[in-house]
């Protein structure tokens, strides 16, 4: 940011004798409306805009997002255990129009950086001073056979909303002593502890309902966030029901299936066939991240972790998942910090000022079983450039933190989900 | 880039030449900001288990998050946030949430239960908690519309010796049956 400033600055110091002619109160009366457009309407999309309209609302924003709710990822492993209902992680954008936010629902196709434009399957094209991309994520091809008709068959339920209602469905017709295969992607992915979570709430329900029932999770990893918790979770409250398999043991885990014959085959060439397969694929940025040269060879977008800004295209900011933004994970609160850092600098930089210093939090819980919740913990400040961890800050559930302290951060952990939601979507 | 907006930028380049490009510490806002995932926009909480914190007087809101930051007093999650900022930090945040308006809940009471915490309140708690609470001491937070599962939990805290009470209030709340507490806690939950 600053050596473009800077070099912005010395074009711009080539027009101070047109500014002495002109004078002030013309170019202030000249100054027209600033638009940011956002692609996107997740968790972190909906923040960036709220936050932007609430930091300057002479800021037109324009949020481009294809559906007309949103559902949220975390809390989603609920609904899979029935402790939730799919429509309590259902989020409509009538809270970011109150700000005074313009919601299209129409899918963003293409960024001209250089024109600074964005267009849409519907045919529309923004113009925009700043844009902001929050895509989430999608789906890389590293499992051979998983295609769009295997989503159907073997949902990966990772973007919350049908796929999630799909696998729940699976879940309540599979015949009590089925077994339930959960395939976790390789690093980096969407929620680091899901997949875990996911296992126990599945076990869960499996317990009080199908009790002759099992959860295996063949990993394409070694190890996992918050791994030590979720072992003693799994050997606490759901031992005989939960198995998981390290990718070392599997030749890397699931790495091809055949759906039509509802089987999983391991890099050593073992062949599931599960009651239920839960397929969760490698991962990249979101389609339109890819398709606007946002990406670096890993998929993921780089960016200026002061403001987020793409270092491959400017004007354009990148948050949430799709973003590099480690050592922050790629979490729903940490979507909602980089969201707050970003709309900031937005609108510093669309009023031509200097971004200010940002910060960061990222809280996560996982709940394991009925009342027994853990959670990891993190601020993050701007160290040489980059986001940091503050050192002797953060940190994880105590190994031997009681039951009554399980049950709280379970409270603690719905709590969080009203907060973070009327943050992003409340009006 | 428009001829116009160039200027613009050149003016507020020139404002910017005084100054230096030595890191400054995070704005208020934007430290503060980042609470609002679990406390909700502003420190309104809309979850039950975790507090309002807007209004919270400044001196209370620093000596909180110091006692947390020195595991001085309990907590499952704020020891390992508040460790994450320095005290000039917490000083911004403090005046940032005393500036904030404090939002009245609206919970599912027990009538009874509040009818009666209002006379236990006259009579234990009313001489340092006065106008029911409602006030944002320095030695304590708004008691009044405050959540009720999150005054169970402080309450919880305080009789199992994890939070630290003053000695007046420590001989008040021995003295209190189980019943008698929780209608205290409903009638500051009541309160507007």
Redesign the interface.
């Known amino acids: 940011m600053k050596q473009i400033k800077r070099r912005d600055f010395i074009k711009i110091a080539g027009a101070t004798a047109a500014a002495g002619a002109i004078g002030f109160p013309t170019i202030a009366a000249a100054a027209g409306k600033k638009q940011v457009v956002i692609i996107g309407g997740g968790t972190g999309g909906a923040t960036a805009a709220k936050y932007i309209r609430r930091a300057d609302p002479s800021v037109e924003v324009t949020v481009i997002e294809p559906n007309e709710y949103y559902h949220t990822c975390y809390l989603s492993n609920e609904v899979l255990s029935g402790a939730r209902s799919i429509d309590s992680i259902k989020f409509g954008y009538d809270g970011l129009r109150k700000h005074g936010v313009t919601v299209v629902h129409d899918m963003a196709t293409a960024i001209d950086a250089t024109a600074k434009k964005v267009t849409t399957k519907g045919g529309k094209t923004f113009s925009y001073d700043r844009c902001i991309v929050a895509p989430g994520i999608s789906f890389k091809d590293n499992i051979a056979g998983y295609d769009m008709a295997a989503h159907e068959k073997m949902p990966h339920a990772w973007k919350a909303g049908p796929q999630t209602v799909l696998l729940r469905k699976q879940l309540e017709a599979m015949p009590d002593g089925g077994t339930v295969l959960i395939a976790p992607p390789p690093n980096p992915f969407r929620c680091p502890p899901g997949p875990y979570e996911r296992a126990a709430q599945i076990s869960t329900y499996l317990q009080a309902n199908k009790p002759k029932s099992k959860v295996l999770i063949i990993d394409a990893k070694d190890k996992f966030s918050k791994m030590k918790l979720f072992k003693q979770a799994f050997e606490r409250h759901h031992k005989g029901t939960i198995e998981w398999v390290a990718a070392k043991d599997t030749g890397g885990g699931i790495k091809s299936v055949d759906a039509k014959a509802g089987t999983a085959t391991t890099g050593s060439g073992d062949v599931h066939k599960a009651a239920v397969t839960n397929i969760i694929p490698a991962q990249q940025a979101g389609k339109i991240a890819i398709d606007a040269g946002l990406t670096n060879e890993s998929g993921w977008c780089p960016v200026d972790h002061k403001t987020f800004e793409s270092t491959i295209h400017k004007g354009i900011h990148v948050i949430g998942d799709a973003a590099i933004q480690k050592p922050l994970p790629k979490s729903g609160y940490a979507a909602n910090s980089e969201a707050k850092v970003t709309a900031a600098a937005v609108v510093e930089l669309v009023n031509g000022r200097e971004p200010g210093t940002p910060s960061w939090v990222n809280t996560c819980y996982s709940i394991v079983a009925p009342n027994d919740g853990i959670s990891v913990a993190m601020v993050y400040n701007f160290v040489d450039g980059k986001v940091a961890k503050v050192k002797g800050s953060g940190g994880l559930t105590s190994m031997d933190s009681s039951p009554a302290e399980r049950a709280r951060e379970v409270q603690y952990a719905y709590s969080w989900f009203k907060n973070i939601t009327t943050d992003a979507f409340g009006g | 880039?428009p001829?116009?907006?160039?200027?613009?930028?050149?003016?507020?380049?020139i404002l910017?030449l005084g100054?230096t490009?030595l890191?400054?510490?995070?704005?208020a806002?934007?430290?503060a900001?980042?609470?609002?995932?679990?406390?909700?926009?502003d420190g309104s909480?809309?979850?039950?288990?975790?507090p309002n914190i807007a209004g919270m007087s400044a001196e209370y809101f620093n000596t909180v998050m110091k006692e947390y930051a020195d595991d001085d007093r309990y907590s499952?999650?704020m020891g390992?946030?508040a460790?994450?900022?320095t005290k000039e930090?917490i000083a911004l945040m403090a005046d940032h949430f005393a500036g904030q308006k404090y939002m009245s809940t609206t919970q599912n009471l027990d009538a009874a239960k509040v009818a009666a915490g209002g006379e236990l309140y006259q009579k234990n708690c009313g001489k340092c908690h006065d106008e029911n609470g409602a006030l944002a001491d320095d030695d304590a937070g708004i008691l009044a519309s405050q959540w009720l599962?999150y005054l169970q939990?402080s309450m919880e805290d305080f009789q199992a010796d994890k939070r630290s009470m003053p000695k007046k209030m420590k001989k008040k709340v021995q003295k209190l049956s189980a019943a008698e507490i929780e209608a205290l806690l409903q009638f500051f939950a009541s309160q507007k």
């Open positions: 880039m001829a116009k907006k160039s200027l613009a930028m050149l003016l507020s380049s910017m100054s490009q890191m400054a510490a995070p704005s806002s934007m430290l900001d980042t609470c609002a995932g679990c406390h909700g926009p909480s809309m979850g039950p288990a975790i499952t999650i390992r946030i460790r994450g900022y930090e599962p939990y």
